[in-house]
């Protein structure tokens, strides 16, 4: 079955900088990467995802890339802002029409100091 | 907007209980799933359904069952409660359109379960 591994388990950043998020995944007939945010005590909510013909979408002050011959898809947050602290995950699936499910990643807690 | 309740946001049972933990999605949506969330570990698929009556078993289905007699509507259920399985329990469902190709995911606001 799919493999999902995020990294760092742990960011933070100063208030305006840039923050990564890197994930790797295993199964090559994943095609959909969605991210995820969850604050404290609340559901995780979509925040971006991307389909493997594509290689970047961006969305304001949210990018993601898609690397599908390394197999690897990262999460770029530029200008970070206080509200952009919480706990984000990375996942991979297939979005074919079957339900498979999403494997998620361990989760990454990205802390936006002032 | 789709809508994914799940009936309990807190809940605490004794060892050895049985619990049934309900999930509604309003959207019409084939496919729902349930998820626990542990501190660490992110979050791991128990038990998927596709359709009514069908189910299948995701990656940590030990100790836990499912039953969807009606579309809207997924169980998930502890037979015999164990400590091991206090954790926060995350129900979602997908959709794909067949028109836009637009898939997604929405998720319940989830049950912290304890087990003592």
Known sequence: ?114 | DVKVTQSSRYLVKRTGEKVFLECVQDMDHENMFWYRQDPGLGLRLIYFSYDVKMKEKGDIPEGYSVSREKKERFSLILESASTNQTSMYLCASSYLSQNTGKYGYTFGSGTRLTVV
């Open chain 1, 1 to 114: 079955g799919e493999n999902v591994e995020q990294h760092p388990s742990t960011l933070s950043v100063q208030e305006g900088d840039s923050a990564v998020i890197k994930c790797t995944y295993s199964d090559s007939a994943s095609n959909y990467f969605p991210w995820y945010k969850q604050e404290l005590g609340k559901r995780p909510q979509l925040i971006i995802d991307i389909r493997s013909n594509v290689g970047e979408k961006k969305d304001q002050r949210i990018a993601v890339t898609l690397n599908k011959t390394a197999k690897h898809f990262s999460l770029h947050i530029t200008e970070t802002q206080p509200e952009d602290s919480a706990v984000y995950f990375c996942a991979a699936g297939y979005s074919g029409g079957g339900a498979d499910g999403l494997t998620f990643g361990k989760g990454t807690h990205l802390i936006i100091q002032p």
